[in-house]
């Protein structure tokens, strides 16, 4: 539920449109020329429309089902 209301708070953010997408978005220069390496967390949480929105939240909340048996940190890889 923590991630499923990350990636909505996250979105809704975005959809203000005071950030721009290269903010928060993952490239090579960005991560390791720059070391950013914040990007590799927010890029998982960043969704500009809301199907994709819709489509990564629908299976964060199939997966959780495995958060029981792996453990919260293994989920977290997983997911």
């Not at 449109?17 to 590799?40: H, I, K, L, N, T």
């Not at 927010?42 to 029981?68: K, P, Q, V, W």
């Amino acid at each position: 539920a923590l991630l499923l209301a990350i990636q909505i708070a996250v979105f809704l953010r975005l959809q203000r449109g005071d950030v721009p997408a290269d903010a928060v978005g993952q490239s090579f220069d960005s991560v390791v020329r720059r070391r950013e390496y914040w990007r590799v967390v927010t890029g998982a949480f960043s969704h500009f429309d809301a199907m994709h929105l819709l489509f990564n939240a629908s299976t964060t909340y199939s997966l959780a089902a495995l958060e029981r048996p792996l453990g919260f940190w293994n989920y977290l890889a997983v997911n």
